[in-house]
């Protein structure tokens, strides 16, 4: 057995245990990679490459112990390139692979180590704490960090331009705000205004919502808030709800505005406002509503939920399946 | 460390006094609760072949021959073993095994 400390093997510093000058002459090896040229029609395994390096059979050793263990695989099932084929014809498989399955075919170790040589070599660790980190980051900003600055209100009724405003009745200007302010401290009242407000422009790839509609999306996020569920249960709640009525294709820009006392949803278009509105018809059984919760003040949707509102929905008889039963339960009558 | 041509190909040593109860699922009892000596976790991480060989062996082997490849490491003429050596109390031995989880993420510069 041939023992090397990771360090070690890194930088080919010590024969480490036997290790010899097949630990460095092997770490030179693989160093090198990120520096090969693609050739895609070379077939070359890992080990291959190593042993037209001359590496010797203590080194490959480490390698296959150090190197390929970690890529959950070995050096003789690491590709060295992969084909061109596959990566144009297939997404890539992913990067690493267990011993059951094929190692990854498309994305050579030499790509690999492409993907990672932007970093430089070796691994960093902070003297002190991450506070090094944020210091850094906050010497570049402008103003600086404040803290101990509460934020009482939030306007961003001019485009481009939020306002902060302080519980001293200061002011502070930006091009955008990230809240972070938990759920629980906006239900306490702590941002007496406009407390929360999300952009999504939401092209159904991102923000992790793709096999559903914005609209769903969107509800999905007043559920998921309301209730506590995770986003991805609410999504799949509200797609069981809302059946396929949606139009699943759809790119909207959609701002949803939270307020502590209000709860505000715009959007600029509506692709299927009929089938949505099909969709939050009093099927759900809903049949009264509790008046001290959230204002619903929708431009295009309190049309829909109009009706519903007028007739009186509870609380009561909504199933904890039903989630969007349950936010429209939370709905005071307008 | 690195062990080539070895049951365990790789070991990552914690000092764990303090992170035992981090790193540590909860459903796990440690046998000698509040160790007074000092804690140590070393993690063996062994896949592809290294893994295949252990598919068909116990947990208690596993660990087994995981201690004995630390007795060869670090063991000496005096304290050959780690399990009879007195210095040492072994707390607990987990094999985990990631054969049927979907993902596995690791940090592939971090480890090498």
Same mark, same amino acid.
């Given at each position: 057995?041939?023992?090397?400390?990771?360090?070690? =093997?890194?930088?080919?510093? #010590? +024969?480490? &245990? /036997? $290790?010899?000058?097949?630990?460095?002459?092997?770490?030179? !090896? *693989?160093?090198?990679?990120?520096?090969?040229?693609?050739?895609?029609?070379?077939?070359?395994?890992?080990?291959?490459?190593?042993?037209?390096?001359?590496?010797?059979?203590?080194?490959?050793?480490?390698?296959?112990?150090?190197?390929?263990?970690?890529?959950?695989?070995?050096?003789?099932?690491?590709?060295?390139?992969?084909?061109?084929?596959?990566?144009?014809?297939?997404?890539?498989?992913?990067?690493?692979?267990?011993?059951?399955?094929?190692?990854?075919?498309?994305?050579?170790?030499?790509? =690999?180590?492409?993907?990672? #040589? +932007?970093? &430089? /070599? $070796?691994?960093?660790?902070?003297?002190?704490?991450?506070? !090094? *980190?944020?210091?850094?980051?906050?010497?570049?900003?402008?103003?600086?960090?404040?803290?101990?600055?509460?934020?009482?209100?939030?306007?961003?009724?001019?485009?481009?331009?939020?306002?902060?405003?302080?519980?001293?009745?200061?002011?502070?200007?930006?091009?955008?705000?990230?809240?972070?302010?938990?759920?629980?401290?906006?239900?306490?009242?702590?941002?007496?205004?406009?407390?929360?407000?999300?952009?999504?422009?939401?092209?159904?790839?991102?923000?992790?919502?793709?096999?559903?509609?914005?609209?769903?999306?969107?509800?999905?996020?007043?559920?998921?808030?309301?209730?506590?569920?995770?986003?991805?249960?609410?999504?799949?709640?509200?797609?069981?709800?809302?059946?396929?009525?949606?139009?699943?294709?759809?790119?909207?820009?959609?701002?949803?505005?939270?307020?502590?006392?209000?709860?505000?949803?715009?959007?600029?278009?509506?692709?299927?406002?009929?089938?949505?509105?099909?969709?939050?018809?009093?099927?759900?059984?809903?049949?009264?509503?509790?008046?001290?919760?959230?204002?619903?003040?929708?431009?295009?949707?309190?049309?829909?939920?109009?009706?519903?509102?007028?007739?009186?929905?509870?609380?009561?008889?909504?199933?904890?399946?039903?989630?969007?039963?349950?936010?429209?339960?939370?709905?005071?009558?307008? | 460390?690195?062990?080539?041509?070895?049951?365990?190909?790789?070991?990552?040593?914690?000092?764990?006094?303090?992170?035992?109860?981090?790193?540590?699922?909860?459903?796990?009892?440690?046998?000698?609760?509040?160790?007074?000596?000092?804690?140590?976790?070393?993690?063996?991480?062994?896949?592809?072949?290294?893994?295949?060989?252990?598919?068909?062996?116990?947990?208690?082997?596993?660990?087994?021959?995981?201690?004995?490849?630390?007795?060869?490491?670090?063991?000496?003429?005096?304290?050959?073993?780690?399990?009879?050596?007195?210095?040492?109390?072994?707390?607990?031995?987990?094999?985990?095994?990631?054969?049927?989880?979907?993902?596995?993420?690791?940090?592939?510069?971090?480890?090498?």
């Amino acid at each position: 057995m041939c023992v090397l400390a990771l360090d070690q =093997l890194l930088t080919g510093s #010590s +024969g480490g &245990g /036997g $290790g010899g000058g097949g630990g460095g002459s092997a770490n030179n !090896a *693989v160093w090198s990679l990120w520096k090969e040229e693609i050739n895609y029609n070379d077939p070359r395994t890992l080990e291959q490459y190593l042993l037209d390096k001359g590496v010797s059979d203590e080194g490959r050793a480490l390698i296959e112990a150090g190197y390929s263990n970690t890529l959950c695989s070995t050096s003789d099932r690491l590709p060295l390139y992969g084909t061109l084929t596959l990566a144009l014809r297939a997404p890539p498989p992913p990067l690493l692979s267990c011993s059951r399955c094929s190692p990854p075919s498309s994305q050579g170790v030499v790509r =690999l180590e492409q993907a990672w #040589s +932007g970093d &430089g /070599g $070796g691994d960093y660790r902070l003297d002190d704490s991450m506070a !090094a *980190v944020i210091n850094n980051m906050a010497s570049k900003v402008n103003g600086g960090v404040r803290v101990g600055w509460p934020v009482v209100s939030v306007d961003y009724s001019r485009p481009g331009v939020v306002t902060l405003t302080n519980e001293k009745g200061e002011t502070l200007q930006a091009s955008s705000v990230v809240s972070t302010v938990p759920v629980a401290v906006l239900k306490r009242g702590a941002l007496l205004s406009l407390s929360l407000c999300v952009s999504y422009r939401c092209d159904t790839s991102r923000v992790g919502c793709s096999r559903y509609s914005t609209e769903q999306a969107l509800l999905a996020v007043l559920v998921c808030d309301a209730l506590s569920l995770s986003l991805s249960r609410a999504m799949q709640a509200i797609s069981r709800s809302t059946r396929h009525c949606l139009d699943r294709t759809r790119t909207l820009s959609i701002r949803l505005v939270r307020d502590y006392n209000k709860l505000s949803l715009l959007h600029s278009s509506c692709h299927d406002r009929r089938s949505l509105a099909n969709s939050l018809t009093p099927r759900n059984n809903l049949t009264s509503l509790h008046h001290d919760r959230h204002v619903f003040v929708c431009q295009d949707l309190s049309r829909i939920l109009a009706p519903l509102l007028a007739r009186g929905v509870a609380r009561s008889t909504c199933a904890a399946s039903e989630p969007l039963a349950c936010l429209l339960g939370c709905l005071p009558a307008c | 460390m690195v062990c080539s041509n070895s049951f365990i190909p790789e070991f990552w040593f914690e000092d764990a006094e303090t992170k035992t109860g981090a790193l540590m699922p909860e459903s796990v009892v440690l046998e000698h609760p509040a160790p007074k000596k000092p804690t140590y976790l070393a993690t063996g991480f062994a896949c592809a072949r290294a893994a295949e060989l252990m598919a068909s062996m116990s947990k208690e082997e596993i660990v087994a021959r995981t201690l004995a490849q630390l007795d060869e490491m670090f063991g000496n003429k005096q304290y050959t073993t780690l399990l009879r050596d007195n210095r040492y109390d072994l707390n607990c031995g987990l094999v985990r095994s990631f054969a049927r989880s979907s993902i596995i993420v690791v940090s592939h510069q971090s480890c090498r």
